[in-house]
């Protein structure tokens, strides 16, 4: 369960299309959306009826290992939305997915899935580095978060 002084942070709000990311979410999964049709399989983030490739409306689920890499990050520091100035500074990541180089999520760089946002210091972070998808609940929606991946 996530910190306490993280009740008011923004969190998703599941559309139709993006709803089974949630789900899986919920399930300890990282899934991505895929199209479903056979002459075509590509995966697509964020989430959408149509296919931007074939324009196919058949979609389905594929599960993904949660590895990737830092692809970048920021530090954010104050002035900041109330619920954040407290845990500033801390870290937002874009992760680029090992089997998927072209889907690239948002998140935090933790050491443990509950961990605070800024449980990992700054200077810890760097382009490249390998993480692992982890999984906790913020607000009653279960979002991935990011571990260093262990050698």
């Known amino acids: 369960m996530a910190d306490a002084s993280e009740s008011a942070l923004l969190t998703p709000v599941p559309d139709d299309d993006g709803a089974p990311f949630w789900d899986y979410a919920a399930r300890g999964e990282l899934r991505i959306q895929a199209c479903a049709d056979p002459a075509c399989r590509e995966l697509r983030f964020p989430p959408r009826p ?13 599960r993904m290992s949660g590895r990737g890499r830092i692809w970048s990050y920021v ?44 449980s990992v210091p700054a200077e810890r972070l760097r382009i490249g580095a390998k993480v692992q998808a982890v999984f906790t609940e913020v607000d009653g929606v279960t979002v991935p978060r990011w571990i260093l991946e262990r050698p």
Request: aromatic share 8%; with cysteine.
């Open 75 to 118: 530090i954010p520091h104050p002035p900041l939305l109330p619920a954040y100035a407290a845990m500033a500074p801390y870290n937002a990541i874009v992760v680029e997915l090992a089997e998927a180089p072209r889907i690239r999520l948002v998140g935090n760089l933790v050491t443990a899935a509950d961990a605070p946002l800024d």
């Open 50 to 62: 149509c296919c931007p490739h074939c324009r196919s409306f058949d979609s389905t689920w594929q």
